[in-house]
């Protein structure tokens, strides 16, 4: 059954499909959240799940410090410290006629807005120190700002990539003969590339997602992907 487009809801079926950010899409409805410009596979990025190009993509900024065992580590060890502190002071001052104060409502307030000036102190300090000498740039974790990587940018359009292995004999002449429907371009140095239209020789499956063959114009001989191709 074929799915419909993330974007107008119509069926799209396998020749227009782009599969991308967990949704499938029409190839003239894969654009630009912002300004509508035709994005492909290869220079779009994903925020929240929707495609942008690089000039509207969305800023981020990182104001939060993530509660990781380390910082919770750390922030129970300035606590017991504080304590420490406190009772070696309370101890000093025992029998010099200090009276005790009543820890009062304004007092608790009071009390309340010093920690969080202190939490937000010990949060800058913490993103000072992550960041070094090198930058504001450094120490942030590259987001699935959905940047993607170059595996992102050869994965076939109806599917998602699936790992590849080369197969032990090269197949013989007996292989089954394939025509190109897509261009694809080599990302790894056991795929081959080829052009819409090329016809594939002695090929060889090796999975569900990918195959073994020659291409006949180039006489490459390597790894490609199953659905860019059809039998002949």
Request: net charge neutral; aromatic share 10%.
């Amino acid at each position: 059954m074929n799915p419909n487009c993330a974007r107008c809801g119509k069926i799209v079926y396998p020749t227009e499909k782009v599969n991308c950010l967990d949704k499938f899409w029409h190839k003239a409805c894969f654009h630009c959240e912002t300004c509508k410009m035709t994005l492909n596979m290869k220079n779009y990025k994903g925020y929240e799940k929707k495609p942008y190009c690089n000039a509207h993509y969305p800023k981020q900024s990182f104001t939060m410090v993530a509660d990781t065992p380390e910082n919770l580590r750390l922030k129970q060890q300035s606590e017991l410290q504080s304590q420490v502190r406190y009772k070696e002071e309370f101890e000093k001052n025992k029998g010099k006629g200090f009276s005790v104060v009543a820890d009062t409502p304004e007092l608790q307030r009071i009390k309340k807005t010093q920690d969080q000036i202190s939490n937000i102190k010990y949060h800058e300090e913490f993103e000072k120190s992550r960041m070094g000498p090198g930058g504001a740039g450094e120490g942030l974790e590259p987001d699935r700002r959905d940047t993607q990587d170059s595996s992102s940018y050869r994965r076939p359009p109806e599917q998602q990539p699936q790992p590849h292995h080369t197969p032990t004999s090269t197949p013989g002449g007996c292989g089954k003969r394939y025509r190109a429907v897509y261009d694809y371009s080599a990302a790894d140095e056991d795929e081959v590339s080829f052009q819409d239209g090329d016809t594939i020789v002695n090929v060889q499956q090796i999975d569900d997602g990918w195959m073994y063959g020659t291409v006949e114009r180039t006489g490459d001989t390597g790894m490609l992907p199953a659905n860019y191709v059809e039998a002949i």
